[in-house]
């Protein structure tokens, strides 16, 4: 049970490259989450999805767009990076129950520089 | 949790102390709250949650407190160890609600 995986772990781009960060978790979850995380701020979210099938936006989706590919796996995309996009990237997955979401589980993170 | 500005508060603690880290909430209509372990270089990873219905919870070693009248929660770590050094860090969340909201978080130094 390897919990939530991210690919890759780190990545250097150019301005206006694109690329897609990967995410998959094997506790067979609902909803999965994309976040970033900036020095000195909290876990911003960019976007979730609810349940396979669907996605929305979350606090800071500009420049983004994510795929709920199939149950386990959700991916961000960046079509045309930008340096105000290096952060580190965090995946995440919780189970809603008894319509009360339960506790999120994060993956080891993507750390992005884009130059 | 809320943001306090660019540079982490950080608690220094003697190994074998207790510790105790605070954390206000601005949303009076969570009722979820988590604490979170980050190491560095590794994502968060979860110590404890409660829900609103209680005030105190209780793990290995952490107890959980939440005061709702004064949005305020603390997370204490009995005789603490050196791999307890890592930044902490609450989150809530209202519900029927997806969002969760997170603090920037608590450096924990842990001394030998």
């Known amino acids: 049970n390897a919990g939530v995986t991210q690919t890759p772990k780190f990545q250097v781009l150019k301005t206006g490259q694109s690329m897609t960060l990967q995410c998959a978790q094997d506790?067979?979850?609902?909803?999965m989450y994309w976040y970033r995380q900036d020095p000195g701020m909290g876990l911003r979210l960019i976007y979730y999805?609810?349940?396979?099938?669907?996605?929305d936006k979350g606090e800071v989706p500009n420049g983004y767009n994510v795929s709920r590919l199939n149950k386990r796996e959700f991916s961000l995309r960046l079509e045309s990076a930008a340096p105000s996009q290096t952060s580190v990237y965090f995946c995440?997955?919780?189970?809603?129950?008894?319509?009360?979401?339960?506790?999120?589980?994060f993956g080891p993170g993507t750390r992005l520089l884009v130059l | 949790g809320e943001s306090v500005g660019l540079h982490l508060p950080t608690l220094s603690v003697q190994e074998g102390d207790n510790s105790i880290i605070n954390c206000a909430y601005s949303?009076?209509?969570?009722?979820?709250f988590i604490w979170y372990k980050q190491e560095s270089g590794k994502g968060p990873q979860f110590i404890i949650d409660?829900?609103?219905?209680?005030d105190k919870r209780q793990g290995q070693r952490v107890t959980v407190l939440l005061n709702k009248t004064v949005k305020h929660l603390s997370l204490q770590i009995a005789a603490t160890q050196p791999g307890d050094s890592a930044v902490y860090f609450c989150?809530?969340?209202?519900?029927?609600?997806?969002?969760?909201?997170f603090g920037i978080g608590t450096k924990l130094q842990v001394i030998p």
């Open positions: 995440a997955s919780s189970q809603e129950r008894q319509g009360l979401q339960e506790t999120q589980y």
């Open positions: 506790m067979n979850h609902n909803s």
């Open positions: 999805s609810a349940s396979e099938g669907t996605t």
């Open positions: 949303n009076s209509a969570s009722d979820y």
């Open positions: 409660i829900r609103s219905n209680m």
């Open positions: 989150a809530d969340q209202g519900r029927g609600y997806q969002k969760v909201t």
